[in-house]
């Protein structure tokens, strides 16, 4: 069984907010829809910018389909039960199919429960209608009747008078209503009809004593009723509502489960659910990314593996490299970081007898195809440089003419400074440390992926290695400009950081 990053229960509009973020934040996404939102009794949506007036339906269709290019897999089933564990939670469904994630949003929605008056189900969504703001417009001017069936209702017979000054109000189910209120619908115009409603059929209010009062629309609230029954099991916080607690992200009382929509918000309108979603699919990937890190640091040749895992460079040699080293006499070379092996494979090509080192197994494999296909001699090998030799574990001894370190920066665990300094060590006398890295960041860089990275000066670098000035000549310490491109096609130029020593 597959392990996904994020599973969403529920397609409309909240879980396929969520899915789109997560998609396009690359997370291997799978949302579980049992096909029932809670608009598709209506026939258009209202006071969605840009979307005015489309039937749900089909912007729940676009979402969709746009789902598609960023990978998320959708599927057709109802969740009958959600188990968690420290490292993940696997949804159970009523299929009998299983599926384990690292987390998981909830956006459910919820069912209106409304009162057993025959005629008021029927006409969900056309004439008998909950918000003023979602369908106050389409009967503006006409017959209205509000059906109040507690207290706090009462506003929401105060805002559909904004949509007509012929509005009667039916409050029995509300129990008897204090003078003052009485008082504010008199001024307003609002009619008051205490007799109980016993049915809503052709356009009319049939109330008990036979009496009818004929509206063209009723708005009322039904009795939310939130689809997380799946969850029950696991002891989350709830308000005094009943509801699941969440934070501004959607974040419940559970590190790996958030929640979004109307199952915890039951008045949002589409807008408010969209936004609730998508903070929901943002937060769970912020909440990845930094189990991410945690791991990488507890794993760092699993992290650097799983970054090799496609292919990130271009293949050719780093332009500052070429331009320091092009006129040096070939000997023996070392390259800490090699990477996909694209500097070890210039320098094997001019002669040098050319060894790369890297964590990632899967970087040295894709170094050793790139050295093949060039038709060059050149040794790769797969070592931790914070080991405290990782050379001669791999039975390589003795000293070399160059040893260089590009853009020898890691997000994860790694005692840099001494690294370069146990390589310097390694240099024969009269031979060169060459180490180059990036001296701000790129112009498309985003600030949160820079924002824990400390970019040093050539001084700075010079500083860091620490090593015995009667030992070392120092011959480049400097920032270099190079051309390069970003991943948008566009031009940029880039500043290097280059420090280059001989050993005297």
Same mark, same amino acid.
């Given at each position: 069984?597959?392990?996904?990053?994020?599973?969403?229960?529920?397609?409309?509009?909240?879980?396929?907010?969520?899915?789109?973020?997560?998609?396009?934040?690359?997370?291997?996404?799978?949302?579980?829809?049992?096909?029932?939102?809670?608009?598709?009794?209506?026939?258009?949506?209202?006071?969605?910018?840009?979307?005015?007036?489309?039937?749900?339906?089909?912007?729940?269709?676009?979402?969709?389909?746009?789902?598609?290019?960023?990978?998320?897999?959708?599927?057709?089933?109802?969740?009958?039960?959600?188990?968690?564990?420290?490292?993940?939670?696997?949804?159970?469904?009523?299929?009998?199919?299983?599926?384990?994630?690292?987390?998981?949003?909830?956006?459910?929605?919820?069912?209106?429960?409304?009162?057993?008056?025959?005629?008021?189900?029927?006409?969900?969504?056309?004439?008998?209608?909950?918000?003023?703001?979602?369908?106050?417009?389409?009967?503006?001017?006409?017959?209205?009747?509000?059906?109040?069936?507690?207290?706090?209702?009462?506003?929401?017979?105060?805002?559909?008078?904004?949509?007509?000054?012929?509005?009667?109000?039916?409050?029995?189910?509300?129990?008897?209503?204090?003078?003052?209120?009485?008082?504010?619908?008199?001024?307003?115009?609002?009619?008051?009809?205490?007799?109980?409603?016993?049915?809503?059929?052709?356009?009319?209010?049939?109330?008990?004593?036979?009496?009818?009062?004929?509206?063209?629309?009723?708005?009322?609230?039904?009795?939310?009723?939130?689809?997380?029954?799946?969850?029950?099991?696991?002891?989350?916080?709830?308000?005094?509502?009943?509801?699941?607690?969440? /934070? $501004?992200? %959607?974040?419940?009382? =559970? @590190?790996?489960?958030? #929640?979004?929509?109307?199952?915890?918000?039951?008045? &949002?309108? !589409?807008?408010?659910?969209?936004?609730?979603?998508?903070?929901?699919?943002?937060?769970?990937?912020?909440?990845?990314?930094?189990?991410?890190?945690?791991?990488?640091?507890?794993?760092?040749?699993?992290?650097?593996?799983?970054?090799?895992?496609?292919?990130?460079?271009?293949?050719?040699?780093?332009?500052?490299?070429?331009?320091?080293?092009?006129?040096?006499?070939?000997?023996?070379?070392?390259?800490?970081?090699?990477?996909?092996?694209?500097?070890?494979?210039?320098?094997?090509?001019?002669?040098? /007898? $050319?060894? %790369?080192?890297?964590? =990632? @197994?899967?970087?040295? #494999?894709?170094?050793?195809?790139?050295?093949?296909? &060039?038709? !060059?001699?050149?040794?790769?090998?797969?070592?931790?440089?914070?080991?405290?030799?990782?050379?001669?574990?791999?039975?390589?001894?003795?000293?070399?003419?160059?040893?260089?370190?590009?853009?020898?920066?890691?997000?994860?665990?790694?005692?840099?400074?001494?690294?370069?300094?146990?390589?310097?060590?390694?240099?024969?006398?009269?031979?060169?440390?060459?180490?180059?890295?990036?001296?701000?960041?790129?112009?498309?860089?985003?600030?949160?992926?820079?924002?824990?990275?400390?970019?040093?000066?050539?001084?700075?670098?010079?500083?860091?290695?620490?090593?015995?000035?009667?030992?070392?000549?120092?011959?480049?310490?400097?920032?270099?400009?190079?051309?390069?491109?970003?991943?948008?096609?566009?031009?940029?130029?880039?500043?290097?950081?280059?420090?280059?020593?001989?050993?005297?």
């Amino acid at each position: 069984m597959e392990e996904w990053d994020v599973i969403v229960i529920g397609a409309g509009i909240a879980g396929l907010s969520a899915a789109q973020m997560l998609g396009r934040a690359r997370r291997r996404t799978l949302v579980v829809d049992a096909g029932s939102p809670r608009n598709r009794f209506a026939a258009h949506m209202h006071g969605v910018l840009g979307h005015d007036g489309i039937p749900p339906a089909e912007l729940l269709d676009r979402g969709r389909a746009e789902l598609e290019a960023y990978g998320v897999e959708i599927v057709a089933a109802s969740v009958d039960a959600v188990e968690e564990s420290d490292a993940s939670v696997t949804v159970r469904m009523t299929d009998g199919r299983t599926e384990t994630a690292r987390a998981l949003i909830i956006a459910t929605g919820i069912t209106d429960e409304l009162p057993a008056i025959p005629g008021l189900a029927e006409g969900w969504g056309s004439t008998v209608l909950h918000c003023p703001y979602c369908h106050g417009w389409e009967v503006r001017d006409r017959r209205l009747g509000v059906l109040l069936l507690s207290p706090l209702q009462l506003h929401q017979a105060q805002l559909v008078r904004q949509w007509s000054d012929d509005v009667v109000v039916f409050t029995a189910a509300a129990g008897e209503l204090a003078p003052d209120v009485l008082r504010a619908f008199r001024a307003r115009g609002i009619g008051v009809e205490t007799h109980p409603v016993v049915a809503f059929a052709d356009g009319t209010v049939h109330l008990a004593g036979g009496r009818r009062v004929p509206v063209d629309a009723i708005f009322t609230a039904g009795a939310p009723r939130p689809h997380d029954a799946f969850v029950a099991g696991l002891g989350l916080a709830r308000t005094d509502a009943g509801l699941l607690e969440v /934070d $501004a992200l %959607g974040r419940t009382s =559970s @590190a790996r489960i958030w #929640a979004a929509g109307n199952v915890v918000t039951p008045y &949002a309108n !589409v807008p408010v659910s969209m936004g609730a979603g998508s903070m929901a699919g943002a937060g769970a990937n912020a909440a990845l990314v930094e189990e991410d890190v945690a791991r990488a640091i507890a794993e760092p040749e699993r992290y650097w593996n799983d970054r090799y895992a496609d292919r990130m460079w271009s293949g050719n040699p780093n332009a500052t490299l070429v331009d320091v080293v092009g006129g040096f006499v070939p000997t023996r070379s070392l390259d800490l970081g090699c990477g996909e092996g694209a500097d070890v494979v210039w320098l094997a090509r001019r002669g040098w /007898d $050319a060894t %790369g080192i890297d964590l =990632s @197994a899967a970087a040295i #494999a894709r170094a050793q195809a790139a050295a093949e296909e &060039a038709g !060059v001699s050149a040794r790769f090998i797969a070592g931790d440089l914070d080991d405290t030799d990782p050379l001669g574990a791999a039975g390589i001894d003795g000293s070399f003419g160059l040893v260089t370190a590009s853009f020898l920066h890691s997000r994860v665990a790694l005692d840099r400074a001494r690294a370069l300094r146990r390589a310097a060590g390694l240099v024969a006398r009269g031979g060169h440390l060459l180490v180059v890295s990036h001296a701000a960041p790129p112009p498309w860089a985003r600030p949160e992926h820079v924002a824990h990275h400390v970019f040093l000066s050539p001084e700075q670098e010079l500083a860091s290695l620490d090593l015995p000035a009667t030992e070392w000549e120092t011959l480049i310490v400097d920032v270099r400009s190079r051309a390069a491109v970003g991943p948008d096609g566009a031009p940029a130029t880039l500043g290097d950081s280059v420090v280059l020593l001989r050993r005297v």
